[in-house]
């Protein structure tokens, strides 16, 4: 089974600042993918970005990047220039090539952009 | 429609009532979810629908839980004899791709039960 772990319940930081989100995860595949999704306080959750495990380049969409780590299992979003609107619940998530459906989240980390 | 619709966006129900959630998913979406998120929780896995057929139902709690996709669109999912653990908010989330699953889900932005 696979898990994905946050360790980082709660953050914050200062508008225009940046901030990395933690994430690592458990498996014993070669392929995967792995995903960052926001959830705002409205519930919606939506993709943040996505990196395909057999990429060594780290995936990015504009403010948003990741650091990925496949030997250590490790899968951490970078926000840079943080703004208001990234005040939300960050999940982490985690899908096997080969497993088809089930996507397994991780606790998620609520983060918190200051003014 | 645009996105993924889920009704009713809030439901209180008695202890061993019966509740349906209905879900909407996106037009030609082949793929729909269910997941449940407890307060303060990730999502988890309940089952998975490829068109009509529900593939992967490993995710439900007990037999109190029931889905179904008759028409491979619109989805409900039926909790009967709603006990206190399952108050939590429902997700629904379709995709565009089937099988195995590399793409983007999108969500619907939930139903809150609330079982007193």
């Known amino acids: 089974a696979q898990t994905v772990t946050q360790s980082q319940p709660e953050m914050s930081v200062q508008e225009a600042e940046t901030v990395t989100l933690s994430c690592t995860y458990d498996?014993?595949?070669?392929?995967?993918?792995l995903f960052w999704y926001k959830q705002p306080p409205s519930r919606q959750m939506i993709l943040v970005i996505r990196?395909?495990?057999?990429?060594?380049q780290n995936a990015t969409e504009n403010r948003f990047s990741v650091n990925f780590q496949k030997a250590a299992k490790s899968f951490s979003l970078k926000i840079s220039d943080s703004q208001l609107g990234d005040t939300a619940m960050y999940f982490c998530a985690f899908i096997p090539n080969n497993a088809g459906n089930m996507l397994t989240f991780g606790g998620g980390t609520r983060l918190m952009v200051k003014p | 429609g645009a996105g993924v619709s889920q009704s009713p966006r809030y439901k209180v129900a008695k202890r061993g009532q019966d509740v349906a959630l209905r879900c909407d998913p996106i037009?030609?979406?082949?793929?729909l979810f269910w997941y449940q998120q407890a307060l303060g929780q990730g999502p988890e896995f309940l089952t998975y629908?490829?068109?009509?057929?529900?593939?992967?139902k490993s995710g439900l709690p007990s037999d109190r839980f029931f889905a179904e996709r008759p028409e491979g669109s619109v989805s409900t999912l039926k909790i009967q004899r709603t006990q206190q653990e399952d108050s939590a908010v429902y997700l629904c989330?379709?995709?565009?791709?089937?099988?195995?699953?590399?793409?983007?889900?999108?969500f619907g932005e939930g139903s809150r039960l609330t079982v007193l």
């Open positions: 629908f490829q068109n009509e057929a529900q593939l992967d």
């Open positions: 990196q395909e495990a057999y990429k060594q």
């Open positions: 989330a379709s995709s565009h791709t089937s099988g195995a699953f590399t793409g983007e889900l999108f």
């Open positions: 498996t014993s595949e070669s392929n995967y993918y």
């Open positions: 037009s030609g979406h082949v793929s």
